[in-house]
């Protein structure tokens, strides 16, 4: 089950059951199945105070995965903060949707398997959110 959550923010205007469908072709087309996955749009502070508590990590960021998956299942917790996303999205020159469609599916590519910190990893997983926003269309 795909649920959508916030804390301090309204909620964004997207068609739920629209994404939970492209999600789990997302999922599908890696292989995954979906299980309890979580999304929780936030703020900056946040997202800072989930980074620093959780992660020992002391910056702002677009999203942190959680991942509970097992197995073919995809499973977490995703934590978007809705104030990175518009401003990576002004930065980039991109629509706001596209910025927060890509930023939903980072998440659950990074649930698939899919790491972006490695070398040369990032071009994988942009080539992968590439396609996936490509299902979108």
């Known amino acids: 089950m795909i649920t959508y959550n916030t804390i301090d923010v309204p909620m964004p205007a997207?068609?739920?059951?629209?994404?939970?469908?492209?999600?789990?072709?997302?999922?599908?087309?890696?292989?995954?199945?979906?299980?309890?996955?979580?999304?929780?749009?936030?703020?900056?502070?946040?997202?800072?105070?989930?980074?620093?508590?959780?992660?020992?990590?002391?910056?702002?960021?677009?999203?942190?995965?959680?991942?509970?998956?097992?197995g073919d299942v995809i499973s977490g917790d995703l934590f978007i903060s809705l104030d990175t996303v518009r401003t990576n999205a002004e930065g980039l020159g991109v629509e706001y949707a596209d910025e927060l469609h890509r930023v939903i599916i980072h998440g659950i590519l990074h649930l698939c398997g899919i790491n972006d910190?490695?070398?040369?990893?990032?071009?994988?997983?942009?080539?992968?959110?590439d396609k996936a926003l490509a299902m979108l269309k």
């Open 14 to 70: 997207f068609r739920h059951r629209d994404i939970t469908a492209w999600v789990k072709a997302v999922a599908a087309a890696h292989g995954r199945r979906v299980g309890d996955v979580a999304y929780v749009f936030c703020n900056d502070e946040k997202i800072l105070e989930v980074n620093r508590q959780y992660l020992q990590h002391d910056y702002y960021t677009d999203i942190i995965t959680f991942d509970y998956s097992a």
């Open 117 to 129: 910190k490695g070398p040369g990893e990032r071009e994988i997983m942009e080539a992968e959110e």
